[in-house]
């Protein structure tokens, strides 16, 4: 419509990291490097923290949970969630 506008954000190169961690925030983005990479650099899982409750959601919108079997990849301007244990 007229008047509105669009923003296309340039790349954050930069992870962030919230929920049940020591230290939650904005990590720097390192390519290759894995999920627990970046858990560690937040501190790492508070008590509270389910290790089965870890959620990768992607700057594209995907959402994608830590399997028992496999750990996802950590994109750039991806967002780490730490779910505490119920």
Do not use: H
Request: charged share 20%.
């Amino acid at each position: 419509m007229p008047g509105d506008s669009i923003v296309v954000k340039e790349k954050t190169a930069t992870v962030f990291i919230t929920g049940a961690v020591y230290n939650p925030g904005v990590l720097e983005f390192r390519r290759g490097k894995s999920l627990r990479y970046y858990l560690n650099a937040a501190g790492g899982l508070t008590e509270l923290g389910n290790e089965k409750g870890i959620i990768v959601l992607y700057p594209n919108g995907v959402v994608n949970p830590q399997k028992w079997y496999s750990s996802p990849k950590v994109l750039e301007g991806s967002t780490v969630i730490v779910n505490e244990k119920a």
